[in-house]
């Protein structure tokens, strides 16, 4: 009987697989699949392993770390050209740390058994901990990057790059200063690194808080609903404002008045034109808070103006971003769709990079309730790399996933030896150098291991160099030899590579 189950289950996947049903339909039914197998047990009754990641998790492989580390570099490089210190803190967090900084999204945290007396939960995000690192270390002034994994309970469409561990990649800057430089900073590393990291064409839409909280004020949405008619808003750019608004009034029970009212501004986004426009709206501008934030918006896009970067930043209304923190300026970076044949699958990646102000988050930590004003910048890491990463398939372009720069090679036989010898004198000067764990390889087939991994050069010893005190010197790529002086061929090797 089990075994009939189990052929019904591989049917069913089959099916699945044919109707090109959702991808995470098609993973469930085969964990599914795997399990019932797994029960049946092996051949000689031992139980069978699934061998699987856990749902909304996958491993890397080197070509995949390759790209990785390829734009964590960008990115890095990006953060310390401002001027940010880099922290780390720990992957768990007390579960009251955690509690109600989320909104809606607090059901996605994971909770942990309790494990000697503390009720723990993984991070969920790196803002909640940096803001409990300023307050416990009553810091109030700092710009920093944290780069590290956080955790999900999402039920996640992996392949656009959604995952419950994933990492994040954060930049922020805490302290007391003038409106909107830092802010405006934020922008400008978001336009450097989605630049720099040439994903394609991109726009950065730009909100308040303020502005939002009073739009709702002068909609008629009551005070003790802005969170929830918020989160509402917030998914304007995934579904049309028809289902948005029956959203709000049908299962938020918000009026159909305030309803229309609110759509009748969420649908609006342009630049300095319509801050303008809303100044002059009667009913926003008799707002406290909605006047509040559009003229710092005001100021923002003039310095961003002086950044050069208004041409990528769109100033929309409809942009809400749920997380209960945000008190000021937020935005969120959107890749527009692409035209270019590779990657029309990928059309529905949407936020790579997303931020805001959050004044009040360190004073929910702080005893005495000090407030550190922060405004900071979250690049969505896994969906950048979904597409770097689709790109590079479809590109069929070789990734080297080494560094190595010479690998020591022996024309003869009985030359391990020396071999060993000058692989070691490399490694002491720095050079990244491989050589095969053959005693005796052939020639072709360390210079075809050259050409496999994209080792740029050969150092070649035999009998003639070692008595002419010379290394042989082959450039792969040309297959031009040079011979090279023994004390002069660490110069050589950086000199080559470095170029």
Not at 163 to 188: N, S
Not at 331 to 339: K, P, S, T, Y
Not at 474 to 493: D, H, K, M, P, Q
Request: glycine share 8%; hydrophobic share 40%.
């Amino acid at each position: 009987a089990q075994e009939a189950a189990v052929r019904a289950q591989a049917e069913a996947v089959r099916r699945l697989k044919q109707d090109k049903a959702d991808p995470d339909e098609i993973a469930k039914e085969v964990a599914k699949l795997l399990e019932m197998k797994a029960q049946l047990g092996g051949d000689e009754g031992k139980p069978k392993f699934v061998l699987k990641t856990p749902k909304g998790t996958r491993d890397y492989g080197p070509k995949q770390m390759a790209i990785r580390e390829r734009v964590f570099s960008a990115i890095i490089s990006c953060f310390k050209r401002h001027g940010a210190e880099v922290i780390d803190t720990p992957v768990f967090e007390l579960k009251e740390t955690l509690t109600g900084k989320y909104g809606e999204d607090s059901k996605l945290i994971y909770d942990l058994k309790d494990q000697g007396g503390e009720l723990l939960s993984l991070r969920y995000d790196l803002t909640v901990p940096f803001a409990r690192y300023l307050a416990m270390n009553k810091i109030t002034n700092i710009k920093r990057y944290h780069i590290a994994k956080v955790y999900r309970r999402d039920n996640p469409a992996m392949t656009r790059g959604r995952y419950r561990e994933f990492y994040q990649c954060d930049f922020d800057i805490a302290g007391q200063f003038d409106p909107m430089i830092p802010d405006a900073e934020c922008l400008k590393i978001v336009h450097e690194i989605l630049s720099d990291l040439q994903l394609g064409d991109f726009v950065i839409k730009v909100n308040d808080r303020r502005i939002l909280d009073g739009m709702f004020a002068v909609c008629g949405v009551p005070d003790s609903k802005f969170r929830t008619i918020c989160s509402s808003v917030d998914k304007l750019d995934k579904v049309p404002w028809d289902e948005v608004r029956s959203e709000m009034v049908g299962e938020k029970g918000l009026s159909p008045e305030a309803a229309d009212r609110i759509g009748e501004y969420v649908q609006l986004h342009g630049g300095l034109d319509l801050i303008e426009r809303l100044l002059q709206d009667p009913k926003l501008s008799q707002n406290k808070l909605a006047k509040e934030g559009l003229g710092d918006m005001k100021l923002l896009f003039e310095y961003l103006t002086l950044f050069g970067i208004t041409g990528k930043i769109s100033f929309d209304l409809s942009l809400a971003r749920g997380l209960d923190y945000y008190t000021g300026v937020i935005f969120e970076a959107v890749l527009l769709q692409q035209e270019n044949e590779h990657v029309e699958e990928l059309l529905g990646v949407g936020s790579v990079a997303g931020g805001g102000r959050y004044d009040g988050l360190v004073g929910m930590f702080d005893p005495k309730g000090r407030k550190v004003p922060c405004v900071g910048v979250s690049i969505g890491i896994e969906r950048i790399f979904s597409i770097l990463e689709q790109r590079l398939e479809a590109s069929e372009e070789k990734i080297r996933t080494t560094e190595t720069q010479v690998l020591v090679a022996s024309a003869q036989k009985k030359l391990l030896e020396e071999r060993l010898k000058l692989i070691s004198e490399l490694w002491d000067a720095g050079i990244k150098a491989e050589m095969l764990y053959k005693k005796n390889p052939k020639l072709l087939n360390q210079l075809q291991y050259c050409e496999d991994t994209g080792i740029p050069l050969v150092a070649i010893v035999g009998e003639q160099e070692l008595k002419d005190g010379v290394v042989k010197l082959r450039i792969v790529a040309t297959r031009e030899e040079v011979n090279i002086r023994r004390e002069s061929l660490v110069e050589e090797i950086r000199t080559r590579t470095s170029q």
